[in-house]
């Protein structure tokens, strides 16, 4: 059964950074393409980040958040540096291959 299960997420003041990790279970996220959503309230769920060979960002993150994948440890990281209160958001991991898998959610909120 495949699982995938975020953590890191929580309150951090503007300017701030937080660094997101989802570790799959039941697959091997290597022959995945992962990535990271958010959705704040009200709003569609956009995509962050993404990673297979080469990584795709959102122009609203980029040169802030930095998506890596640790193969050994079947988890994918999101580092989010300079946070914003924009940025606040339920953020979720995803694994697609064929089919999609998502995790639970995490939240974060950039709030002073």
């Known amino acids: 059964q495949v699982q995938l299960v975020e953590s890191g997420g929580g309150l951090v003041q503007p300017g701030g950074s937080l660094r997101l990790s989802c570790t799959g279970s039941?697959?091997?996220?290597?022959?995945?393409?992962m990535s990271w959503y958010r959705q704040a309230p009200g709003k569609e769920r956009e995509l962050v980040a993404s990673?297979?060979?080469?990584?795709n960002y959102a122009d609203s993150v980029k040169g802030r958040f930095t998506i890596s994948r640790d193969n050994a440890k079947n988890t994918v990281y999101l580092q989010m540096n300079s946070l914003k209160p924009e940025d606040t958001a339920t953020y979720y991991c995803k694994a697609k291959r064929i089919y999609e898998y998502w995790g639970q959610g995490t939240q974060v909120t950039v709030s002073s």
């Open positions: 039941g697959f091997t996220s290597s022959n995945y393409a």
């Open positions: 990673i297979i060979t080469t990584t």
